[in-house]
């Protein structure tokens, strides 16, 4: 992640609006939402895909997706429902290359994932 711009922000270098941080992980808004609601999960340990996450610090990944439903519970949403989302590489249209999860809600969304 340290030549990402999710490293920048995690840094304070560049400015968004954090909404939650600890130890693991930390979560932004995004830039441009694709939702009413639409948060970006990132890990502070360095992975660049889904990928290069070994098996044995799967928990990596664990945490960010109890982070996300613990966010939409904390903000009122859990029940009426929401969306995670990894994207890895050109197919899967990843564009920041520090693995990350998208959490979308706030309305019905659409289906996914047709080319
Ligand atoms: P992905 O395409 O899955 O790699 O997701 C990267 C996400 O980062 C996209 O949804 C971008 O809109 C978002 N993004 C890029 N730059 C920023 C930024 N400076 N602040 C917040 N979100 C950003």
């Known amino acids: 992640m340290s030549d990402t ?3 920048k922000i995690l840094h304070r270098q560049i400015p968004a609006e954090i909404v939650y941080e600890d130890e693991h992980l930390f979560a932004f808004r995004d830039i ?3 939702a009413p609601v639409h948060v970006l999960f990132v890990p502070k340990r360095d992975y660049a895909t889904l990928n290069d996450v070994p098996e044995d610090d799967a928990v990596v990944i664990g945490r960010l997706a109890i982070a996300a439903a613990r966010y939409a519970k904390a903000q009122g949403f859990a029940e009426d429902g929401y969306r995670v989302v990894m994207n890895c590489n050109g ?3 990843q564009t920041v290359f520090q693995v990350h999860l998208h959490l979308l809600a706030g309305a019905p969304l ?3 994932g047709t080319p």
């Open 91 to 93: 197919h899967g249209g």
């Open 5 to 7: 711009i999710f490293h």
């Open 32 to 34: 441009a939402p694709q």
């Open 110 to 112: 659409g289906r996914f």
